[in-house]
């Protein structure tokens, strides 16, 4: 093979990277699992991806606007934690949208840092990560707090049609929700103008910093519906729920082919990285491998995509060198750069 | 290399980069004086010292991250626990000093890992290390089978937890250490590519920096570095569990950013960096002695990071650099 095919063919590859992913899975499951391939499996899948999905869901447009929400985590834990522990004071759907309000507000804080500090999304939100895990911990003494009424959150697991739990449905239209507004709505289109050329699209009247702060409210949104549904289906807020999901969540993104680099990426894309994700760790499951393994799979997996990533999109070493440094290691802060011009 | 160009600003922000560090050490030896009788005597800040040296040598790594534009390395707990957990498991197999030296490349090879995927394949370094101390992490968890490793006693687990001259150990090791990192930095040729590429990359390439090498190196080294504070709180403890290491790279990143060095590359210096140890090892120590809970350690240091870092973009933005 020449050069040429074999950049094509590394092409095609991480364009149809999803279809790749989710074929290979199925396809895992079905020679090392009896009976993978059925409408039960689907449904526990994207049942138990559900939560890990609302992150990756949240971080979406994040990512399309060329910024990185690392807190995503931690805001799922003080939700979880929240709602938990306001369900004796003020009743059970009060303290779920309470536990919805503090994921929006951990959000405004990082929507707060990075547009009017002006601090790289990268530094801001690894900072509240760290601020948010501790005051999850402080708040409850390292301990889980148990819910008061276990059974008001219990039917969320419960099955709902053939391939749906109503968190999971929840889940589906939150999706469907987002890619109608991504897809066909002028805001959503100027969200990829925004992380595609930031300059470019202030330039062109757009107002750079709304689109950036209204994308990490969404994060926390989603992250904060993810701690709620899992603090009540679970009847447990956990001040470390949320510890170990950032690297599946960004894996789950990045699976559906949404770029680091901004300017790319889709809510069913997401939607199919979430599912294909949830299907890989169904099969190591089922095979009896431990949960860290599982971690190692997956953390290699985000390696080998986002190295791809790099490779193809600037085309080896030689183009990338050019433009220096920013692109790759510092994802440049567009709220900076919109001063600037 | 940092400030050629005294513009007032420059010069006042100098300054205090310069000054904060001595002045918060002193501002906080004084409160602690305060709070508790026993804070200002030899034996506790020796005490105080000592518990955040190892941490310190991940720290003095992380400084050639961040001068260089790396930003900063997560992946610091996995090759910490690496260390540590190899350290101690494979003492049996070939005895106590081959074992650390074992745990010490283990956690090097992380690092250069890291170093390849950061420098040479462009990578953003968060990401990446996000990514590298994941699966480390689920090696190290392997490895153990999710428990804990109990050493063996051995004369170099007592020399390291031992003192030497009334000083500890672990002190003469982050010392030394720094001794060396300092120079490093500031008067060698590796050190001159470090600042140029943190400080523009692009004029630095055309200025036939090896760019790549100088990146490659900063995070191999914090990873080696990292080794080191496993292995060497692994054969004090005489036992190490997976999670050993967790929190050691926000510890790091902020002694780091007190020190005064900016996360964005170009300035910043070792020294800097063993003062903002000093003065988190004073934070931490007063925390404990204030009886608030250590949960709220990160809750501070991660308050302090995000101030330090919004003060040096306002600075920077000031000065006409992004």
């Known amino acids: 093979m020449t050069r040429a095919t074999v950049v094509a063919v590394g092409r095609l590859a991480v364009d149809y990277r999803l279809m790749i992913v989710l074929v290979a899975v199925s396809i895992l499951g079905a020679v090392s699992v009896n009976d993978f391939v059925a409408f039960d499996t689907f449904q526990s899948v994207l049942n138990r991806a559900t939560i890990v999905g609302l992150l990756a869901l949240g971080l979406t447009p994040v990512l399309i606007a060329r910024q990185i929400d690392l807190s995503v985590g931690s805001t799922l834990s003080m939700a979880g934690i929240s709602t938990v522990m306001l369900q004796p004071m003020v009743g059970n759907v009060p303290a779920a949208l309470l536990g919805l309000l503090v994921g929006v507000l951990i959000g405004a804080v990082n929507a707060a840092i990075v547009v009017w500090l002006r601090v790289s999304s990268l530094v801001t939100t690894l900072a509240t990560l760290l601020i948010f895990a501790s005051l999850a911990l402080l708040l409850t003494g390292s301990r889980p707090v148990s819910s008061p009424d276990p059974r008001f959150g219990l039917g969320l697991t419960s099955e709902l049609f053939v391939i749906f739990s109503p968190r999971s449905l929840l889940f589906v239209l939150a999706v469907v929700a987002m890619f109608v507004w991504l897809r066909y709505t002028p805001s959503g289109r100027r969200l990829y103008a925004v992380g595609s050329n930031p300059p470019a699209a202030a330039s062109a009247g757009v107002n750079t910093n709304a689109y950036i702060a209204s994308t990490f409210l969404i994060s926390g949104l989603c992250s904060g519906a993810a701690g709620v549904i899992q603090a009540l289906s679970t009847a447990t807020g956990s001040p470390v729920a949320g510890a170990a999901m950032l690297i599946p969540a960004i894996t789950a993104v990045v699976i559906g082919g949404t770029r680091l680099e901004g300017g790319r990426g889709s809510a069913l894309a997401t939607l199919g990285g979430v599912v294909a994700l949830g299907a890989l760790t169904a099969v190591l499951e089922f095979n009896g491998v431990p949960s860290y393994t599982q971690a190692i799979y997956t953390g290699l997996l985000l390696i080998l995509l986002i190295t791809l990533d790099r490779l193809v999109d600037g085309g080896g070493r030689k183009a990338v060198r050019t433009h220096g440094k920013t692109r790759a290691e510092v994802i440049p802060n567009p709220a900076v750069t919109r001063r600037k011009s | ?322």
């Open chain 2, 1 to 322: 290399m940092t400030q050629t160009i005294a513009s007032p600003r420059a010069r006042l922000r100098e300054i205090v980069a310069r000054l904060s560090v001595p002045g918060a050490i002193v501002v906080l030896l004084i409160i602690g004086s305060f709070v508790s009788p026993s804070f200002l005597s030899v034996g506790n800040l020796l005490n105080v010292l000592n518990a955040n040296a190892a941490v310190g040598l991940v720290a003095l790594g992380m400084t050639f991250v961040a001068v260089s534009g790396g930003l900063a390395d997560l992946s610091v707990p996995a090759n910490v626990a690496m260390g540590a957990l190899i350290t101690l498991g494979a003492q049996e197999a070939v005895g106590p000093i081959p074992a650390a030296l074992l745990g010490f490349l283990v956690a090097s090879l992380g690092g250069i890992i890291n170093g390849l995927l950061i420098g040479y394949m462009r990578i953003n370094p968060i990401i990446a290390t996000l990514g590298t101390g994941f699966v480390l992490l689920g090696l190290s968890q392997l490895l153990v089978g999710g428990g804990i490793v109990y050493g063996e006693p051995s004369a170099i687990a007592d020399a390291v937890s031992g003192s030497i001259l009334g000083i500890p150990v672990f002190v003469w090791i982050f010392a030394l250490t720094a001794a060396i990192m300092a120079p490093l930095l500031a008067r060698t040729s590796f050190g001159r590519w470090t600042y140029a590429v943190g400080g523009n990359s692009v004029a630095a390439e055309a200025s036939a920096v090896p760019v790549r090498f100088t990146k490659a190196a900063a995070f191999a080294m914090t990873g080696s570095l990292s080794g080191l504070c496993g292995v060497l709180i692994g054969l004090s403890n005489g036992q190490a569990r997976p999670i050993i290491g967790t929190g050691y790279e926000f510890v790091a990143i902020t002694a780091v950013v007190i020190g005064g060095t900016s996360l964005f590359g170009g300035n910043g210096s070792v020294l800097r960096t063993v003062g903002g140890v000093i003065a988190i090892a004073l934070i931490s120590n007063l925390i404990v002695l204030t009886g608030l809970p250590t949960q709220s350690t990160g809750l501070i240091t991660g308050v302090i990071v995000i101030t330090a870092v919004a003060v040096d973009v306002y600075f920077r933005r000031k000065e006409g650099r992004t």
